[in-house]
């Protein structure tokens, strides 16, 4: 069994065949995919986060609106990038999005990717200074992010409040218990996915790596997992942790799909470009009659070795089209290879 959940950038704009033409658009149909991708028994509901784009920005309000609308469906991000946030703030955020939702949230954060601007985290308040990198900034606010949902109290009580408090250090409110076993890194290389591993959190690991040794994506990605896991065995801890990969996958099942995505089956390769001046690995799109998909991706290590598939979705094709490409995947593809 492997869970199975949709990623969405919740693009927008008002190109031709566009059916997401604003931010309003993009919010209200990434409640309602979630709607219905738990109604075909998806297991997860995923959102990017980029700043000073025409996407989705700030989750929590979304995760929580989800929450409200569905029952069972995981709900959660694919990454907030830690540069931007606040740590006490957001974990105000997302204590109250994960009680809305009854403890579905299942938050990826990271250092993030290249963003629209120069430094944008810098407009946020934030800057690194000179003797620290803005990764060393990311990975510094998720360290206060972690310790803080953990519930201890680190606040000094005001002798004259408002309201009475409880006895002791005040912690942030509201706390949401178990949250911190539901924090997943987005980690870009091998040696990532081993710290991740000593932070105790779980991996998660998208369509490209920030590192390339030669050898196929999915090999890489998959020897990424295992180190990832033997760490974490290093480590002793008692809980087993998760582990996700996201994949373009489209079965081609009708002439829109044909139209839409059939010439993404000729391109089976990997590819190979530089992000921040280092070489990345960018894994391949699946696109083919759910037969031979099915064949393609019985090759694919990293898939086997995960135990959460989050499928990214082209948003802008609307809810309808991409609840019956999941449908898709679901009925013709899922079930063959031991995902259902």
Do not use: C
């Not at 993030?112 to 944008?120: K, N, R």
């Not at 972690?146 to 009475?164: C, S, T, Y």
Request: proline share 6%.
């Amino acid at each position: 069994m492997k869970k199975i959940g949709f990623l969405s950038f919740g693009h927008w704009s008002q190109a031709r065949g566009s059916h997401v033409a604003s931010a309003s658009d993009a919010l209200l149909q990434s409640i309602d995919l979630a709607v219905a991708a738990e109604e075909l028994g998806a297991d997860g509901a995923y959102f990017r986060v980029h700043h000073f784009a025409q996407q989705l920005a700030s989750p929590f309000p979304l995760l929580a609106a989800i929450g409200a609308r569905t029952s069972r469906i995981e709900i959660g991000t694919g990454v907030i990038d830690m540069r931007y946030e606040n740590p006490l703030y957001m974990a105000e955020d997302a204590g109250a999005a994960d009680l809305i939702a009854g403890g579905r949230l299942q938050l990826g954060i990271s250092r993030g990717s290249p963003e629209q601007v120069i430094e944008g985290y810098k407009y946020f308040g934030y800057d690194p200074g000179e003797e620290r990198t803005d990764a060393d900034m990311a990975r510094q606010h998720a360290g206060v992010f972690l310790k803080v949902i953990e519930g201890e109290g680190f606040a000094q009580p005001n002798p004259r409040p408002m309201f009475p408090n409880p006895p002791g250090p005040l912690r942030i409110e509201p706390h949401s218990p178990g949250l911190r076993d539901r924090i997943w890194w987005g980690a870009g290389t091998r040696a990532t996915a081993e710290w991740t591993a000593r932070q105790g959190l779980n991996l998660m690991s998208s369509t490209l790596l920030t590192e390339d040794t030669g050898v196929p994506f999915h090999q890489l990605q998959a020897e990424q997992i295992q180190r990832f896991r033997d760490e974490w065995k290093a480590q002793g801890f008692e809980r087993e942790p998760r582990v996700s990969v996201s994949r373009s996958i489209f079965p081609l099942v009708t002439d829109d799909d044909h139209r839409f995505f059939g010439r993404r089956g000729a391109d089976s390769d990997d590819q190979v470009g530089v992000i921040d001046g280092s070489t990345a690995r960018f894994g391949r799109s699946y696109a083919a009659e759910p037969d031979e998909l099915i064949e393609q991706l019985r090759e694919d290590e990293a898939i086997a070795a995960a135990d959460t598939l989050l499928l990214t979705v082209p948003n802008q094709l609307g809810v309808d089209y991409n609840a019956q490409v999941l449908a898709n995947i679901i009925e013709h593809v899922a079930p063959a290879l031991g995902w259902r």
